[in-house]
């Protein structure tokens, strides 16, 4: 059983002051396979005061050094990068190559993508040829309280932590409570990599507990939290008591829209986007709506798809889907998969219970709904687990209304050949993002949602703006 009960705070692993012991549960056996200490308030005073006490120095040095620091950091992750995708695996759930490959990867791709776009940053720059003594200052908006979920835990740490680092911010990091050890790993690559002490704090607890506590904390300046959307309302109402900025990354409900002259691939491509990470990710195309002429005939390749997809556990290679995350979900899960029964709402594929041959482990039969009409609650409501819901559609403007009328807005998909209907559609939709025809977002490319899905954006230069204030100077003498 791995032990990690200690916190790194200003530039040291510590022990907690208030320490309780945590269990954290492998999904795929339901057995404990490490424990760690959750903190508490006197924590988390340590490591603000510790961010605090760095945050003037560390926002005055040369952006130039801090992106050194993340190049280090980077060889560093680089180097260790299959310790970071077993780590995943283990406590999360998701299958060990993919682990390795998309979970692990996700976080040197992010950190890759901010040293370039930080390269290019005009943190200091004119105002325009009309006010030829007006300076606009980008600079830091200092402490900073990061709090990251289990799902893509080292995507969420490394689109925070290192986008605040080379914006000048001094932070610490609340990692969930169901997978800590990813990022008491990423906390050892700091250390290594060599950042100041003080600059990147981390300290481990619950939402109620150290969650609680820095979100409300007179010295931490900013939140910046990806999660549900219900501990975004929590945070918000806790944070607005000392008007902090707070970022949100939330939930969604992506509709995925496919007509009848969608590629030969797209359906499959759908579902597998769908089912990816046991329906984890908060941009998962959870609604397919589908154009109705072909209707019948994508229920069922969709029904063959999911019904090919292999569940197995996470310690075994291979491109299986894994368990989710824990108990709770699991029975989330379950309760709604009922209820879209009991809603009317046809099975395809999967169903209740557990895949055959599974008897324990928190695994989810890969499951697909038909008939679905979008005011069920399948088709509503966050499922967070690899449960997808097909409703026809009659006219693209019936779509589109459909797609929108949610209360989320993350993440919206386009399966069509009509290019000019493609890009049409794009701009209709209430999403901060849409992929059209499978095409993933380029590097650097902003991500985050708009209407209860958060607001801000992450990744690449969008990032980095996230964690700056904009000051504005009139009367600068050139030198
Ligand atoms: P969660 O909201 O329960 O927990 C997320 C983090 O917030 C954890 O670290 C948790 O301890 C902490 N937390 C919980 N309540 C808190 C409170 N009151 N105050 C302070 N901190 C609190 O979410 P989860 O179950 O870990 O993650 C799944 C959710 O995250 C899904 O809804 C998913 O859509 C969302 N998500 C969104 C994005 C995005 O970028 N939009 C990305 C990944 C996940």
């Known amino acids: 059983m791995i032990e990690k009960r200690q916190f790194y705070i200003n530039g040291a692993w510590v022990n907690p002051i208030e320490g309780k012991d945590h269990n954290v ?14 903190g508490g308030a ?19 040095t040369p952006v130039e050094e801090r992106i050194a620091l993340v190049e280090t950091f980077l060889e560093i992750y680089q180097r260790r990068s299959d310790e970071m995708g077993a780590a995943i695996s283990l406590e999360m759930g998701a299958p060990i190559d993919m682990a390795k490959a998309s979970q692990a990867g996700a976080g040197s791709y992010h950190a890759a993508n901010f040293i370039k776009a930080a390269k290019n940053f005009d943190f200091f720059k004119p105002l325009g040829a009309h006010a030829p003594n007006d300076r606009i200052a980008m600079e830091a908006v200092g402490v900073c309280a990061l709090i990251t979920p289990w799902n893509w835990p080292m ?8 986008a605040a680092a080379i914006a000048g911010c001094t932070m610490v990091l609340k990692p969930s409570e169901e997978s800590p050890l990813n990022a008491m790993l990423f906390a050892e690559f700091m250390d290594e990599a060599g950042f100041p002490a003080g600059v990147f704090n981390l300290v481990n607890g619950d939402g109620v507990g150290v969650g609680t506590a820095l979100t409300g904390h007179k010295d931490v300046d900013m939140v910046s939290f990806t999660g549900s959307t219900r501990a975004g309302i929590a945070i918000s109402q806790n944070a607005a008591l000392t008007l902090k900025r707070v970022h949100l990354e939330l939930g ?18 759908s579902v597998r986007r769908m089912m990816e990470n046991s329906g984890q990710s908060c941009n998962a195309p959870s609604r397919m709506m589908v154009e109705r002429s072909i209707y019948d005939r994508v229920v069922d390749e969709a029904a063959e798809v999911a019904g090919s997809i292999k569940v197995a556990s996470a310690h075994e290679a291979g491109n299986h889907i894994g368990p989710v995350v824990n108990e709770a979900q699991w029975n989330k899960i379950q309760g709604l998969i009922q209820q879209g029964i009991d809603e009317g709402a046809r099975v395809v594929a999967g169903g209740l219970g557990r895949p055959e041959g599974l008897n324990k482990g928190f695994f989810v039969r890969p499951t697909i709904f038909a008939d679905v009409t979008n005011d069920m609650t399948i088709a509503q409501e966050e499922i967070f687990g690899p449960v997808m819901a097909i409703i026809p559609f009659d006219t693209e403007e019936g779509a589109v209304e459909m797609a929108n009328d949610t209360v989320y807005g993350l993440t919206n998909y386009i399966q069509t050949q009509d290019g000019e209907r493609a890009n049409r559609i794009s701009r209709q939709l209430r999403s901060g993002m849409v992929e059209i025809n499978g095409k993933s977002r380029g590097a650097g490319a902003p991500f985050g949602g708009m209407k209860q899905s958060g607001n801000g954006r992450e990744g690449g230069s969008w990032g980095i703006e996230d964690f700056l204030e904009v000051k504005s100077i009139a009367g600068w003498t050139e030198a």
């Open 25 to 38: 549960i492998d999904p795929s056996t339901e057995e404990a396979c490490a424990v760690i200490s959750m």
């Open 42 to 60: 006197a924590d988390v005073d340590a490591a603000v005061a510790a961010a605090k006490a760095a945050f003037p120095a560390w926002m005055n």
């Open 155 to 162: 995507n969420q740490v490394v689109l925070k932590v290192i």
């Open 252 to 269: 969604g409900k992506g509709a995925n829209l496919l007509f009848a002259d969608a590629d030969e691939k797209a359906v499959k491509r």
